[in-house]
């Protein structure tokens, strides 16, 4: 009855940040279990996870994206047995949607050498009394500790960005007073001075940079910083 852990939180700094990376860490954990017509035992997983788990059922594809479209990090038992689409297609097929969760691959004898994608953990049947709780659990702290991941990836991001902008527009500020005191001067200066006049080309190089630099600032990407699972 081993269990097998492996997993990782992989993102990128995208546009906005979305509230539902900063979920509560500490709500009751969902457990989506996938079920066929076939025997699983599911009646009593209710009384055997108990209250610490809102467990749930799905049967088949479209069931089981329309429930992962409404939770938040779930824990996804599947059975490796199932009918028509095994227990790792369909974890892997939850993995290529991009959903947040945690895959758990029921197996019965099977060996296996390595975790497929959408699989982060192994449990085995037949299982002890109690021990699929246990297995439970060690996903829930799992779950737990790659949500306080993504939320601090996020929040972090968002800070990232307010001090982006804020950095762009005192930047912007400093450059439009280069520029508009460089185009005063000119109004005042050029009437009196040659037109090859060395100060008066000077002077005009600045206005250009300085209006160079300023459409430069306003062309940066927009403040947004959300965490994006990849």
Known sequence: HGLRVACGCRGRVAMSVDPKYRPAVNERAAVLVLVDDGYFGHETLHEELGPTFDVRFASGPLETHAAMSMLAWPIVLAPRTLDPLPGDVMLADLDRHRYDFIGA??????????????????????????????????????????????????????????????????????????????????????????VDDELIDFIERIAASGDRLTRFVDALPRASCSFERI
């Open 105 to 194: 691959l029921l197996l019965d004898d099977e060996a296996v050498d390595r975790l497929d994608a959408g699989v982060h953990l192994i449990v085995r049947r037949p299982l002890r009394p109690g021990m699929l709780r246990l297995h439970m659990l060690a996903a829930a702290a799992q779950r737990k500790r790659l949500m306080a991941e993504r939320a601090t990836a996020a929040a972090l991001a968002e800070d990232f960005a307010r001090l982006r902008d804020g950095l762009r527009h005192d930047l912007r500020g400093q450059l439009q007073s280069v520029v508009g005191l460089a185009s005063l001067v000119l109004e005042l200066e050029r009437p009196k001075r040659a």
